[in-house]
């Protein structure tokens, strides 16, 4: 199947909607792509470098996780009896005194990241994607975090021209 030219105006097409709803779903991209006709390349540049895509994967992510805590934060009084009476001497106290620690990002002796928060989901703004990528190309990326300098117009046209070239890619 070919690689269809990328041209939006502005919002999704039908089939990059149609695909965040499959991939917040679990789907591969190879799925994604059988599902709404396009290339198995073109579903990985939109999740890779279509800030629009990315946004809009990252906001379906986020409700989805949003109301999945609601439904954790109900079970919360029940397990917290539970850990609690193990952790006061059940034979496991030790495991869940330390996988508690890990979950809420206090162990800090694991490398493992393991935290309940929704850090791992990146922005809900194309424009703070945008940002992102032509932050990330300036020289010395560490320093710019530390200043905190506002970008540009001409890196933020450079970054947007970049990602368009991408996805126009073959």
Partial sequence: MATRSYKRSQGLTLEQQNAVELLVAGAKDREVADAVGVNRVTVTRWRNLDPHFQAEL????????????????????????RLESELEGGPNGCKVALALLGITGLDFS??????????????????????????????????????????????????EAELAQLLEAP
């Fill in 110 to 159: 694991s490398t493992k990241q393991q935290s309940l928060g929704i850090s791992g989901i990146g922005s809900a703004d194309p424009e703070a994607i945008i940002e992102a990528r032509a932050r990330a190309h300036r020289p010395d990326p560490l320093e710019d975090l530390m200043r905190g300098d506002p970008v540009t117009a001409s890196e933020r046209a450079a970054a």
């Fill in 58 to 81: 990252n906001r379906s992510r986020k409700e989805i996780w949003a109301s999945s805590t609601d439904r954790l934060r109900g079970l919360l009084p029940r397990a917290l009896d």
